[in-house]
T-cell receptor
Framework: GAVVSQHPSWVICKSGTSVKIECRSL??????MFWYRQFPKQSLMLMATSNEGSKATYEQGVEKDKFLINHASLTLSTLTVTSAHPEDSSFYIC????????????FGSGTRLTVV | AQTVTQSQPEMSVQEAETVTLSCTYDTSESDYYLFWYKQPPSRQMILVIRQEAYKQQNATENRFSVNFQKAAKSFSLKISDSQLGDAAMYFCASLNNNDMRFGAGTRLTVKP
């Protein structure tokens, strides 16, 4: 079945630095990938839709300049948290749809970001 | 815009018993899909079951089945013969036009 690989699984960074999270579709091409944020004991909130070869579409209230998304190939999307602050600490999850799997979405294993 | 509501923050079931998790949704689209995802402590999202809105027949996957009431916009999940491994957060989700939205989740506890 479709596999989405997300790295790193967890990362700790200092305030003011940038962190990059990668999301790869391993056995299928994904023209669109999605980035979610999940706070403890809460649901997944869609942050942005990543489109291969074009600009990402951000949800209302998500800062484009803070959460940079790049989808340079059909198998890789990256989320860069720039100038990280402690309030950016969260669990970030990506997902993608494998056209060969119908309308199902596959999720990465998530990245726990802690900003100190 | 679409919204998904799960009104049960927590549910508990005895091992081998049956439990039903509730979900309602609201969408203006006629073509959409509904899902139940399981999120264990590892936080990996696992697809449990899915339903196409245009299908009247309720989806079934082994011990998991749904009760899809399109007019009422209700999509409940029934877990039969509950097992300890079923303990997790369960999220209901709706999808249309590449836009997937989740409910707040229900934490299911399975008592031995």
């Amino acid at each position: 079945g479709a596999v989405v690989s997300q790295h790193p699984s967890w990362v700790i960074c200092k305030s003011g630095t940038s962190v990059k999270i990668e999301c790869r579709s391993l056995d299928f091409q994904a023209t669109t990938m999605f980035w979610y944020r999940q706070f403890p004991k809460q649901s997944l909130m869609l942050m942005a839709t990543s489109n291969e070869g074009s600009k990402a579409t951000y949800e209302q209230g998500v800062e484009k300049d803070k959460f940079l998304i790049n989808h340079a190939s059909l198998t890789l999307s990256t989320l860069t948290v720039t100038s990280a602050h402690p309030e950016d600490s969260s669990f970030y999850i990506c997902s993608a749809r494998d056209p060969g799997q119908g309308y199902g979405y596959t999720f990465g294993s998530g990245t726990r970001l802690t900003v100190v | 815009a679409q919204t998904v509501t799960q009104s049960q923050p927590e549910m508990s079931v005895q091992e081998a018993e049956t439990v039903t998790l509730s979900c309602t949704y609201d969408t203006s689209e006629s073509d959409y899909y509904l899902f139940w995802y399981k999120q264990p402590p590892s936080r990996q999202m696992i697809l449990v079951i899915r339903q196409e809105a245009y299908k009247q027949q309720n989806a079934t996957e082994n011990r998991f089945s749904v009760n899809f009431q399109k007019a009422a916009k209700s999509f409940s999940l029934k877990i039969s013969d509950s097992q300890l491994g079923d303990a997790a957060m369960y999220f209901c989700a709706s999808l249309n036009n590449n836009d997937m939205r989740f409910g707040a989740g229900t934490r299911l506890t399975v008592k031995p």
